[in-house]
């Protein structure tokens, strides 16, 4: 297949492209490095099965030659407002990235008669009252919260991606993927994974927001792009929960990481981010995807972070 993927240059986009090209498909990757990096990339260069085009994908998107596959994947995705890549402070570039970027997408995927594949996340569930979190629940987005901006827009999405599926019968898939880490995410982009071991690695005190009850489920990179992969392959319109059903609090997932790290050093703190803006609770329930994708993930916490860690060794 000749695939493109938008937002290749950040941190799954790059490892999806590394995959597809190890399936022996050819890969078109279209970035605008608002949060992604040229570096995530540059071990691609030079490669015969790979091209790149820097453009935004909230404006029209011209790709030469046929494509049998889109996989939109362009969006800032961290949601802490303590770094410049957070989504909260990049709100119109990622209400414009969700909405007119799948509208681009899903054109271009129309042009070509090609595949497309809409990169969903576990917050259209927003702060859930349904634990785990089924494909089946509608959710609890706060429209006017300060994660609207991402939520709502990934909301649209997914309503655009089924519009475009009802209505003119293009192939689409839909992954609501669950909190991943691994390598090539941002040491500066303020989700919890990079935080933590960045901290932990300069033996400064873990920040917790809250008093740590809240709890996610995190998934190693590897494991959710096997389960999108499978997507890819797959007949599935509906959406598919890929994540790792792990939970954990972030109180232990801070013990966890000092653990691994030998550290000690201590915890730190701060004013909660709770209610609409910092879900309590959230763990994929993965039935859809064992059952139709035949997917669980095998990656443990301990060993995905042992995976990680020496990454963020290397780029401090
Ligand atoms: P990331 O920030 O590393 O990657 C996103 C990429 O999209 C970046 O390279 C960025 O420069 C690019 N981009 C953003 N807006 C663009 C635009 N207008 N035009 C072109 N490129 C643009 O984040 P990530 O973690 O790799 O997330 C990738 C996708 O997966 C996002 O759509 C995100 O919503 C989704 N997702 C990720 C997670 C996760 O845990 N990593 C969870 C749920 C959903
Ligand atoms: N968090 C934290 N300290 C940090 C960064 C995040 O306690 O330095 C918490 C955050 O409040 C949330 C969880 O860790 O409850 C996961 O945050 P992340 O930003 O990774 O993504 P989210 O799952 O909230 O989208």
């Not at 785990?132 to 649209?156: H, I, L, T």
């Not at 901290?199 to 927001?209: C, D, F, H, R, S």
């Not at 008093?211 to 797959?234: A, K, M, N, P």
């Amino acid at each position: 297949m000749r695939i493109l993927i938008t937002g290749a240059a950040g941190f799954l986009g790059s490892h999806l492209c590394d995959r597809l090209l190890a399936e022996g498909h050819e890969v078109v990757g279209m970035d605008n490095f608002v949060t992604g990096r040229p570096e995530n990339l540059a071990h691609l260069s030079g490669h015969q099965r790979f091209s790149f085009i820097r453009h935004d994908v909230s404006n029209f998107i011209f790709v030469p030659g046929k494509l049998d596959a889109v996989m939109h994947f362009a969006s800032p995705a961290s949601p802490n407002p303590n770094s410049p890549y957070g989504y909260v402070n990049l709100p119109i570039q990622t209400m414009k990235a969700g909405a007119l970027g799948t509208h681009n997408s899903l054109g271009v995927a129309r042009a070509y008669n090609a595949k497309f594949i809409l990169a969903s996340t576990s917050e259209i569930y927003g702060d859930p009252e349904v634990h785990p979190q089924k494909e089946s629940y509608w959710g609890r987005v706060n429209p006017v919260g300060e994660r609207s901006v991402y939520d709502e827009a990934k909301r649209f999405a997914e309503a655009l991606t089924m519009a475009y599926h009802r209505y003119h019968g293009i192939d689409t898939r839909i992954v609501r993927i669950f909190n991943t880490y691994g390598p090539r995410m941002r040491l500066d982009d303020g989700r919890v994974v990079p935080n933590f071991i960045k901290q932990a690695l300069q033996e400064k005190p873990l920040t917790i927001y809250g008093d740590g009850s809240q709890t996610r489920s995190f998934c190693y990179v590897d494991d959710l792009v096997e389960g999108i992969y499978r997507l890819l392959l797959s007949d599935e319109h509906r959406p598919v929960n890929i994540g790792n059903p792990h939970e954990i609090n972030i109180l232990e997932f801070a013990k966890t990481i000092n653990a691994l790290l030998e550290n000690s050093t201590p915890l730190a703190m701060f004013p909660e981010r709770r209610g609409e803006s910092d879900p309590e609770r959230r763990r994929p329930d993965i039935s859809r995807a064992k059952e139709v994708l035949n997917w669980e993930p095998v990656v443990s916490l301990e060993e995905g972070l042992r995976k990680t860690i020496p990454y963020f060794q290397e780029s401090l």
